[in-house]
């Protein structure tokens, strides 16, 4: 047993040998892991997510937790070993108290990354040390320059059952040198995510916080079964480019839930695929339930959905969110030549505490790959209802900007109440929407819905569908 509390970096060869030989009397060293099972009465009772038979420690594998060793090595010999573990129910490993530097490195199927209070993971800032990875397929590109792309700082790919958790540990990106060097164009690759899952099901991040991603925080791409909760996402709201907090990319039967994101972009962005090439690849991201949040976001909106959709978006409950200092609350972005779909989204009990716009649908976001789009591929929007809406110090509520080759089809309104800034005549916008509001909501709705009462009765037809009243750009 004395061997798990070694410091040596050479002893993780005798702990995987051991391991593999006695398995099962971990149970009894594994009381003393962070994360261990707790004695309650006599009984055990098990902490979710379930505790792995087997729990190693990053300094088993030579790790140095004092901001300066590079640690990569460590955490790829850990992984190495906890691969072995597949078959018996996976392993942890602990990340104790102290700052970690690393490279990027894989995770591996069945394994728990558990961050203790106050252990930080720092991502190595010279980019040099970052591999390259063949672009995403169903972007074409690394999104922000052609070619193949950076790494995340924790990566896993074509993998079952992960888990990163802690007692609110730290991954923090370092991305200051990534933003000043992008805001300055000296990078010739798409900068990398923070924590990246690809091709894999049955993911729990819970209790930690992530920080300062060079790019997009927490990007799970193409996964089944994803619960993300109690995770706090930070980045400076200025000056910290397309730090997006979670982005659901072409996933399904996610769950995202008391969480506290508030980053320099969008805090959550589902998306599913970018033009000619979204199309192709063809995966949705659907079934994603979205609540308990609070949110903020200067530069972009709170919660987004877009504008790279072509994969289709269906089925998504957002509901229980407060956004706040923000510039917009609510965004659907699309354009021509993205395809897909956007339905069946459901927006609940949605507060906006100052925003500059509130809720936000827009067709016309022309960012494209390359020219090989096809301006001929037209997104449908439909079936979005916002129920429970309350907000203030608003300046404009609504904006909907349809358009007449993508108008936005049956939007419903319910017991909306949000204060505005100032008064000014047109703060509930509309052009090529149609759909219904049902009972009274403030501020008055446009003439393009139906208006019904309580009883669902017709009180009002609509007047004008394709009107278009937007009369500034916000
Ligand atoms: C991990 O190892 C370090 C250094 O030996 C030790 O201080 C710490 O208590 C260990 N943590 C666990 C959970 O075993
Ligand atoms: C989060 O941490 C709390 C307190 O340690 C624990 O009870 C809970 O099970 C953890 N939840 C998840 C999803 O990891
Ligand atoms: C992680 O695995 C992928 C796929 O095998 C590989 O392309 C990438 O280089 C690996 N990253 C690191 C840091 O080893
Ligand atoms: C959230 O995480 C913190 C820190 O890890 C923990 O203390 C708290 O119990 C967790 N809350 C829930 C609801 O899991
Ligand atoms: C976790 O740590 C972050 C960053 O230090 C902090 O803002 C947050 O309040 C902590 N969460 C909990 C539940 O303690
Ligand atoms: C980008 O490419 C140029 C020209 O090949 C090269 O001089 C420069 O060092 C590269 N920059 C980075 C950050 O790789
Ligand atoms: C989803 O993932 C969790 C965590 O790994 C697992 O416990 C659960 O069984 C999975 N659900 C399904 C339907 O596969
Ligand atoms: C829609 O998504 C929810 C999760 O938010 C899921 O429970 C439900 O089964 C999904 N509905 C369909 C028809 O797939
Ligand atoms: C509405 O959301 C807020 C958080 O923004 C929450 O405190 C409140 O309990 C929710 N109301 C209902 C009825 O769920
Ligand atoms: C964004 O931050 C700046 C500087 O703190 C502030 O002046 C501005 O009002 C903020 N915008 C929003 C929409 O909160
Ligand atoms: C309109 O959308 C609602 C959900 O928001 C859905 O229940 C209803 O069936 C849709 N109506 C039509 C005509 O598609
Ligand atoms: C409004 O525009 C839609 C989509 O272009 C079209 O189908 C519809 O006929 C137009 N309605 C009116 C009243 O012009």
Redesign the pocket.
Known sequence: MVVFTSHKSTSFFFVFLCVAALGSVFLVWQKNAINGFLVLGGERVWESPKLRPVVFNLTDFGGVGDGVTVNTQAFERAVSVISKFGDKGGAQLNVPPGFWLTAPFNLTSHMTLFLAHDAVILGIQDEKYWPLMPALPSYGYGRERPGPRYSSLIHGQNLKDIVITGHNGTIDGQGQTWWTKHLHKLLNHTRGPLVQIMWSSDIVISNITLRDSPFWTLHPYDCKNVTIKNVTILAP??HAPNTDGIDPDSCEDMLIEDCYISVGDDAIAIKSGWDQYGIAYGKPSKNILIRNLVV?S??SAGISIGSEMSGGVSNVTIENILVW???RAIRIKTAPGRGGYVRQITYRNLTFH???VGIVIKTNYNEHPDAGYDPSALPTLRDISFSNVRGEGVRVPVQILGSKEIPVRNVTFQDMNVGITYKKKHIFQCAFVEGQVIGTIFPKPCRNFDQFNEQGELVKPAESQNVTDIDYEI
């Open positions: 709201v200025y903020r200067n530069v200092e923000s510039r100052n925003v500059r």
